[in-house]
């Protein structure tokens, strides 16, 4: 696996991939906060120390963003969860997969969640693959339970393993074509030396595998492979590219 890339690569990949694009005038990207809250305390997400409500997005509000994104963009991608869990939202009324459901019923191209898939059981995994749902990224960080246990901190790691697998196998019994699978590593000096033993299983058990760098999230999580004058460093376009309702109204 070779990592070394120079600004002209990163140049010409984030040009392949519609980055550098001018966004117009609505968003590409749109993530939704449709569950405030997390069931993990990861080491490398700032979560832990937020101070804002716990709470769900309205009925209401949701259905008013969809039909705005469905009239002005259905293109955009749509997370319907920003810093939150979508499965916490799996018994409630309408849940994740109702969101979902709307969602494509309204004709957006792109609805995408990202999970610690903890609580996404065969059934979670079932509603997810009739929904219609375009892809799923799943945070998993590890390749043994000792890492995942340091990193994913609240986390079951086998019984997420499970979850993941069933999810694959599901889709393939179904012969369904979506969600696309990913799993995501985010490389950090704890779980360096498990990413090639990752990206080796995963990628047989038929996963996307997406491997990427620390964060910061502004300054609130020690990120030491951010330095100033990296040149390998990406430019962050989110600011120019995407926007993100935060708006919680129900306990
Ligand atoms: S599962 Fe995601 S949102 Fe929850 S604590 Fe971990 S990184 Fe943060």
Redesign the pocket.
């Known amino acids: 696996m070779n990592d070394q890339t120079g600004p002209e690569d990163i140049r010409n990949k984030q040009h392949r991939q519609g980055r550098l694009a001018d966004s117009g005038d609505f968003p590409k990207v749109i993530l939704l906060d449709t569950v405030s809250f997390?069931?993990?305390?990861?080491s490398?997400?700032f979560?832990?120390d937020m101070k804002r409500q716990r709470g769900f997005m309205s009925e209401a509000l949701y259905a008013k963003i969809i039909a705005e994104v469905a009239q002005r963009n259905p293109r955009a991608r749509v997370w319907l969860v920003f810093?939150?869990?979508p499965f916490l939202l799996k018994n409630r009324k309408p849940s994740i997969f109702d969101m979902i459901s709307h969602a494509k019923q309204q004709g957006l191209e792109d609805v995408v969640l990202?999970s610690?898939a903890n609580l996404m059981d065969e059934a979670a995994s079932r509603s997810l693959i009739q929904s219609g749902l375009d892809a799923i990224y799943i945070?998993l960080d590890a390749f043994s339970p000792e890492v995942y246990a340091k990193i994913?901190i609240g986390g079951d790691y086998a019984r997420t393993v499970a979850n993941v697998r069933a999810l694959l196998r599901l889709k393939a019994e179904c012969g369904a074509q979506k969600p696309a699978v990913y799993v995501q590593f985010v490389e950090m000096d704890a779980n360096a030396h498990e990413k090639e033993a990752f990206v080796e299983f995963w990628q047989r058990e038929g996963a996307n595998v997406k491997i990427r760098p620390k964060v910061s999230w502004a300054g609130m999580v020690e990120a030491p492979n951010l330095v100033l004058g990296n040149e390998a460093r990406w430019p962050c376009y989110w600011a120019m590219q995407e926007v993100v309702p935060l708006v919680v109204e129900s306990p």
Do not use: A, I, P, V
């Open positions: 997390c069931n993990l305390r990861c490398m997400c979560h832990k810093f939150g869990e990202n610690n945070g994913r």
